[in-house]
């Protein structure tokens, strides 16, 4: 069981936009504001993608934007290309450690 | 650019240490931490722990018991010591730099990785 709980898939159509959610606790993704988001292909390395809760690192897509309310943070992907499909890790510090969810496998219909 | 090359033994029998060494090409060893983190088959990223070039180290609490980071500035390489493995340790290990932009640099994000060496613990 991953500490940060992460929807298991996400799918949309081409040129949607779709939103993952990262729950965790006030003890990581509600009480900093030190979380983010990496991109997954099979096979593949993660590649950040969203750090600092909404920030995007040069070289990142603006289709992919970040939030947080409370202990939820989100990844939202507008205009959905099929090279968006692959698997979404989302991230926090914690006290003394760094934490993530279980990936959300995202799928272009 | 930074690239980061690793190697290590792939299959491991329980009890026996993981061992596992990255190098940093196109880039300084210094001023920077460099992280290890694992992903079982099908699951979650998990941090590992970090060091930096004078050896100070950060562990995950929940295996620090077990886990032994070091670096070799010479060579620009670090490496991973994981005692007692059992099965739960299999996964892909990466080593990773944090994540730096031209004003600052972020240990709580990872931004080059290695190509990931997947070890497996069978009897």
């Known amino acids: 069981q991953s500490a940060l709980t992460q929807p298991a898939s996400v799918s949309g159509s081409p040129g949607q936009s779709i939103t993952i959610s990262c729950t965790g606790t006030?003890?990581?993704?509600?009480?900093?504001?030190?979380v983010s988001w990496y991109q997954q292909h099979p096979g593949k390395a993660p590649q950040l993608l969203i750090y600092?809760?909404?920030h995007r690192p040069s070289g990142v897509s603006n289709r992919f934007s970040g939030s947080k309310s409370g202990n939820t943070a989100s990844l939202t992907i507008s205009g959905l290309q099929a090279e968006d499909e692959a698997e979404y890790h989302c991230?926090?510090?914690?006290?003394?450690?760094?934490?993530f969810g279980g990936g959300t496998k995202v799928t272009v219909l | 650019q930074v690239q980061l090359q690793q190697w290590g033994a792939g299959l491991l029998k329980p009890s026996e240490t993981l061992t596992l060494t990255c190098a940093v090409y196109?880039?300084?060893?210094?001023?920077?931490?460099w992280s290890w983190i694992r992903q079982p088959p099908g699951k979650g990223l998990e941090w590992i722990g970090e060091?930096?070039?004078?050896?100070?180290?950060n562990y995950n609490p929940s295996l620090k018991s077990r886990v032994t980071m070091s670096v070799d500035t010479s060579k620009k390489q670090f490496s991973l010591k994981l005692n007692s493995v059992t099965a739960p340790d299999t996964a892909v290990y990466y080593c990773?730099?944090?994540?730096?932009?031209?004003?600052?640099?972020?240990?709580?994000?990872?931004?080059?990785w290695g190509q990931g060496t997947l070890v497996t613990v069978t009897s």
């Open positions: 991230s926090s510090y914690t006290t003394n450690n760094i934490i």
């Open positions: 006030s003890r990581d993704i509600g009480g900093y504001d030190y």
């Open positions: 196109g880039g300084s060893l210094s001023d920077n931490f």
């Open positions: 990773a730099r944090e994540f730096c932009t031209s004003d600052d640099c972020y240990q709580t994000y990872f931004q080059h």
């Open positions: 060091i930096n070039h004078s050896g100070r180290t």
């Open positions: 600092d809760v909404s």
